[in-house]
T-cell receptor, first 114, second 116 residues
Framework: DVKVTQSSRYLVKRTGEKVFLECVQD?????MFWYRQDPGLGLRLIYF???????EKGDIPEGYSVSREKKERFSLILESASTNQTSMYLC?????????????FGSGTQLSVL | GDSVTQMEGPVTLSEEAFLTINCTYT??????LFWYVQYPGEGLQLLLK?????DKGSNKGFEATYRKETTSFHLEKGSVQVSDSAVYFC???????????????FGTGTRLTIIP
């Protein structure tokens, strides 16, 4: 069974902390994505990567950075967490072939910043 | 820019009722359209898609038809079950937009609850 695994289901951090959200996929996919999901706003794209060490900003990159040192792993970094970054974070991966290819999602990390 | 508008939820229906969840879109080019579903405690998964006008996507008894003239992609099912309770997201990819070949734009989601 193909899998996108996010390291934590729930995470509680304090304002100003550096936070790492990890995502691993076992499907050898080239493309990986980080979204945040908020009630009434749906899913919004933070960053995506189409190859190792490559990254592109999505619609809401401010306050976030990413790292992709290996093909299977895509990390989202909150350099200095703030309360407005409390959200559900979803990682996804997809093979090459463009946006018509199916996205495979992890089950999400609910981050609370106090 | 691109956008997807879904009907406000939550939607509550009785088992075996007919379901419609409305979705309309705005896009620069000729988008592909998708419905994703999120069951409780899980990530999103693709339900169905349509890549050109008048195409019908279907899966698990759900259907949606790509209507270019009304810029819509409404989700329908003739007889819903309790197991259909989930959040449903309409989405598009627009090759004419920046990185539109790579990313999806999602709607806000519609929570559906089916009662026995």
């Amino acid at each position: 069974d193909v899998k996108v695994t996010q390291s934590s289901r729930y995470l509680v951090k304090r304002t100003g902390e550096k936070v790492f959200l990890e995502c691993v996929q076992d499907m050898d996919h080239e493309n990986m994505f980080w979204y945040r999901q908020d009630p009434g706003l749906g899913l919004r794209l933070i960053y995506f990567s189409y190859d190792v060490k490559m990254k592109e900003k999505g619609d809401i990159p401010e306050g976030y950075s990413v790292s992709r040192e290996k093909k299977e792993r895509f990390s989202l970094i909150l350099e200095s967490a703030s309360t407005n970054q409390t959200s559900m974070y979803l990682c996804a991966s997809r093979p090459n072939g463009g946006a018509n290819e199916k996205l495979f999602f992890g089950s999400g990390t609910q981050l609370s910043v106090l | 820019g691109d956008s997807v508008t879904q009907m406000e939820g939550p939607v509550t229906l009785s088992e075996e009722a007919f379901l419609t969840i409305n979705c309309t879109y705005t896009a620069t080019g000729y988008p592909s359209l998708f419905w994703y579903v999120q069951y409780p405690g899980e990530g999103l998964q693709l339900l169905l898609k349509a890549t050109k006008a008048d195409d019908k996507g279907s899966n698990k008894g759900f259907e949606a038809t790509y209507r270019k003239e009304t810029t819509s992609f409404h989700l329908e099912k003739g007889s819903v079950q309790v197991s259909d309770s989930a959040v449903y997201f309409c989405a598009l990819s627009d090759p004419a937009s920046n990185f539109g070949n790579e990313k999806l734009t999602f709607g806000t989601g519609t929570r559906l609850t089916i009662i026995p």
